[in-house]
Nanobody, 122 residues
Framework: QVQVVESGGGLVQAGGSLRLSCTAS????????LGWFRQAPGKEREFVTA????????YYADSVKGRFTISRDNANNTVYLQMNSLKPEDTAIYYC???????????????WGQGTQVTVSS
């Protein structure tokens, strides 16, 4: 079983940047794909981005392409989400998740963190 813990959320003005981190723990943590999802108030949880366990493949939601970048450091079992050019509509709770393979659907990720709040003011 893999556990994940997020950090790095906060309040930022529109156009600003934030970097989220997610550390995975567990004997096989480095072999899991890691992803980021977000959920805004009153909305369903939506896919943001994901990275394969080796880091060679990534998926992005169209809404964040060109603004967000996912990367991972397997030596430290950590994945990073660099968010640039933030918009008020990016405001949400951001969740890190671990799954056995690279995917976009929440159901394909079996381990979830508690989430970290990102608020973008206009």
């Amino acid at each position: 079983q893999v556990q994940v813990v997020e950090s790095g959320g906060g309040l930022v003005q529109a156009g600003g940047s934030l970097r989220l981190s997610c550390t995975a723990s567990g004997r096989t943590a480095s072999t899991y794909a890691l992803g980021w999802f977000r959920q805004a108030p009153g909305k369903e949880r939506e896919f943001v981005t994901a990275i394969s366990w080796r880091g060679g493949s990534t998926y992005y939601a169209d809404s964040v392409k060109g603004r967000f970048t996912i990367s991972r450091d397997n030596a430290n079992n950590t994945v990073y989400l660099q968010m640039n050019s933030l918009k008020p509509e990016d405001t949400a709770i951001y969740y890190c998740a671990a799954g056995r393979h690279l995917a976009r659907e929440p159901a394909d990720f079996g381990s979830w963190g508690q989430g970290t709040q990102v608020t973008v003011s206009s």
